[in-house]
């Protein structure tokens, strides 16, 4: 089984070099430019055995708010309409250097080699500046880096990750996963996924605003809804939890 595991883990190692390869170098738009990202992100998803909760779903949703963040921010600042390409590029593909499953200057030397061509190294460099420090792990030790005119793109994308970390389900799939990898059983312990998953969000995700990760109004106008959101699911998931046996 574990030579298998690692054949196929060397067939996807040469299907992402296959990609990052046939990448034409030119300059393409935004969407184009996403098309490939995420294919990039799914492909690298099964190297380096990252799950749903870090992978292409949770790259769509982090897209998702760095889209309507940007689009409320841009009309206040113009000048991150220059700045388009690389907010876009690194919501898609920030956790593809994440600690928690993968060397992070493996991962980040992986993306640059991604990119080359599609985007000017200046800007490479600005996205791996924004994703190898925009963590909440990060950001409580280092505090926030000092990027001059991508100040403000970073913490547009930064926030858009925050947003989707309001997702309970997500908090507690990353757990199971973490279980079944610990504990190579094919049980699921619900328990101890919801408690570690309540415990991460009292102490850190609905303490999002009181600790003032939000810098833009878009962050600061709607994450309340979010907020509620995950206390209800909190409150089903102990209550489903706590059913009696019957």
Known sequence: MQSCNGAKVQQNKYYLQTVINIIPIIKIDIMSL????LHFVLMSSKVYNIDETHGLSHSLNVLHFAHNIFEEEKNKHPYLKDQEKIIYASAAIHDMCDKKYVDQNEGLYKINEFLEGQLEQNEINTIKDIISTMSYSTVKKNGYPKLD?????YHIVREADLLAAYDFDRCMLYNIH?????????????????????ELFQNRVLKHNKDGLFVTDYSKNNYLPLHIEALKRIRTWKSIINKPLL
């Open 34 to 37: 996403l098309n490939k990202l």
């Open 149 to 153: 005119n991508f100040q403000h793109a």
């Open 178 to 198: 973490k279980q079944t990898e610990r504990d190579n059983s094919m049980e699921i312990k619900m328990t101890e996924a919801f408690d570690n998953a309540n």
